[in-house]
């Protein structure tokens, strides 16, 4: 005798209604991708017609780079002086107020300064190099004011507050060290 196993009724609708759901839901998400490319489709048909150059644009702007590559021929030491530090002072200012009486402050000067990074390698070590002389040319002070690091590209805002000194000072250099 031969047996038949029966799917219980109640078993044959659940699956029944899982499979509608399933493709339901498959119907739902192709219709929103077919939306989304097609929303592509416009934006790239609309970029390609706003830039469109023809092969004559590209020729004439190859002949372009191509002269300029034939009269602006560089060393390979120019070209790697360029990533070196190199530090630059932008606007620098100092102002010098000597002591006058014996109430007063310290003379002192106050510098004011961007430092540029012109190279592309960071600077470290980076300082001002502060001289004071009398008008008798006595050096009166020598010092340094540590400014950091500072990184390729890039330029710090350093105001030094005060260098203070001894005496009565006539002229000075600051000059900028780094390694």
Request: with cysteine; charged share 15%; proline share 2%.
């Amino acid at each position: 005798m031969s047996e038949k196993k029966v799917v219980r009724r109640n078993v044959a609708i659940a699956l029944g209604i899982a499979c509608i759901i399933l493709i339901a839901g498959l119907g739902g998400v192709m219709a929103y991708y077919s939306m989304v490319v097609n929303d592509k489709n416009t934006t790239y048909g609309s970029y390609t017609s706003s830039h469109a150059h023809t092969n004559s644009d590209y020729n004439s702007l190859q002949s372009t780079y191509d002269n300029y590559v034939s009269s602006h021929s560089h060393t390979d030491s120019e070209y790697n002086s360029l990533t070196v530090a190199s530090l630059q002072n932008v606007g620098m200012s100092v102002s010098n107020t000597n002591k006058q009486w014996s109430w007063d402050p310290p003379s002192h000067l106050a510098i004011t300064d961007f430092v540029f990074n012109m190279g592309t390698n960071t600077a470290y070590n980076c300082k001002f190099h502060v001289k004071v002389w009398s008008s008798e040319n006595t050096l009166l002070k020598d010092t340094y004011t540590d400014l950091g690091s500072i990184a390729g590209r890039s330029y710090i805002y350093k105001s030094v507050a005060e260098v203070p000194y001894e005496g009565w000072g006539h002229h000075w250099s600051v000059t900028l060290e780094w390694t």
